[in-house]
């Protein structure tokens, strides 16, 4: 209670510096018979220099404050000497006797991506700042992608902190970048490689001529394929919200192709704001630009919550008439629901993920909370 104590008397004492008043100019608008007025909505221009310079003085106003409390600098100081002193590895991948992940390392608050060999020996192959090439602003690792046969990895890179990332490709063995870039793909969709790694599948937000000032950014998403060597201009749309394929997309879904390791058949799937997914499967040698055969797995009123494919079956996690979840299997090749067999039955306990491996099903549950 003393630090809080030591904070108002602070505050108390500062008073006479008062914060940056932002304008109101008021935009009313009448939906669905309700006046809503929006004092603020000059501020949905964020190239506005008055905007800018608002937030500037916002953020003098507010570090002042922070500054001005007793014994803050000397905690901050503690907690960044804890933070930094310690790493540890995530988002780990495995890849034909390599490990993949993620590693900050003490002192330093951006991820590496660092790879270990079959023989145990480790190396940093992707380092944000250090790379050759990098320019001076700051670059940070999002997320990441490794081929099947472990030689290449696609890499997804924010400028300055950004949620819009480029995703660039490396060489393992060497480190070295390929000129393979593929830009304006948002930070948490990874490529998906091909087989063979002649390239991948990613899912890419909408060209510069579907978004515009009246559109939402993440409106519009896209499935293309990127062919190593080619360029990005040539990547064919295989999912996209103007698309006539047997798999019609919504501007607001979020579209997917993923090929599962060990399997001859595509998943597509759609995501959006809600935990529900509608999934296609396909042949894997038929997807090719054009007409698809897409086969319906589910719409989201079947509320399937996850899936998990094997050679021949798929796994779903479904909530439909089972709030705490079953799982139920399909076969891969004709995948219809109203056949499927139990695998998992409901139970008193909240079924919230499951997860294929070799040797086993494993699922998550929660009781009592």
């Known amino acids: 209670m003393a630090f809080a104590s030591g904070f108002f008397a602070t505050a108390a004492a500062g008073e006479s510096a008062a914060p940056p008043v932002a304008r109101r100019d008021v935009v009313v608008d009448t939906t669905f018979g309700l006046r809503l007025e929006d004092p603020y909505r000059w501020m949905e221009t964020p190239d506005s220099p008055e905007f800018r310079s608002w937030l500037l003085a916002q953020g003098e106003y507010t570090r002042g404050r922070l500054d001005a409390i007793p014994g803050r600098k000397r905690l901050a100081a503690r907690l960044r000497e804890l933070s930094f002193e310690t790493s540890g590895p995530g988002a780990l991948q495995r890849r034909a006797g390599k490990l993949f992940y993620l590693r900050i390392d003490p002192g330093s ?45 696609a890499v997804n890179l924010a400028q300055g902190g950004s949620e819009i990332t480029g995703v660039h490709v490396f060489d393992v063995a060497t480190g070295v970048e390929r000129p393979d870039v593929v830009e304006h793909v948002w930070g948490q969709f990874t490529v998906v490689w091909l087989p063979d790694a002649s390239g991948f599948f990613y899912t890419q937000m909408a060209d510069a001529g579907f978004r515009d000032s009246k559109v939402d950014p993440i409106l519009g998403m896209r499935v293309r394929r990127h062919l190593l060597g080619t360029s990005v201009k040539q990547d064919a749309v295989f999912l996209a919200p103007d698309s006539t394929s047997s798999l019609p997309i919504e501007p607001r879904e979020f579209p997917v192709i993923d090929i599962p390791i060990g399997t001859h058949y595509a998943i597509a799937y759609c995501v959006g704001a809600h935990p529900q997914i509608r999934t296609y499967v396909a042949p894997l040698e038929a997807v090719q630009p054009g007409k698809i055969p897409w086969k319906r797995v589910s719409e989201y009123e079947d509320s399937i919550a996850n899936f998990a494919p094997d050679t021949a079956s798929l796994y779903l996690l479904t909530r439909r008439n089972a709030p705490n979840g079953r799982i139920v299997r399909v076969p891969i090749s004709n995948p219809d629901l109203k056949s499927a067999e139990e695998i998992v039955p409901q139970s008193d306990r909240i079924l919230s993920d499951m997860t294929l491996t070799r040797d086993g099903f494993y699922t998550l549950r929660t009781e009592a909370g």
């Open 109 to 153: 608050t951006l991820s590496k991506l660092v790879v270990r060999d079959a023989d145990g020996k480790e190396h940093v192959l992707v380092d944000p700042v250090d790379r050759p090439g990098a320019d001076s602003s700051h670059v940070s690792i999002d997320n990441y992608s490794v081929s099947w046969d472990g030689s290449l990895v």
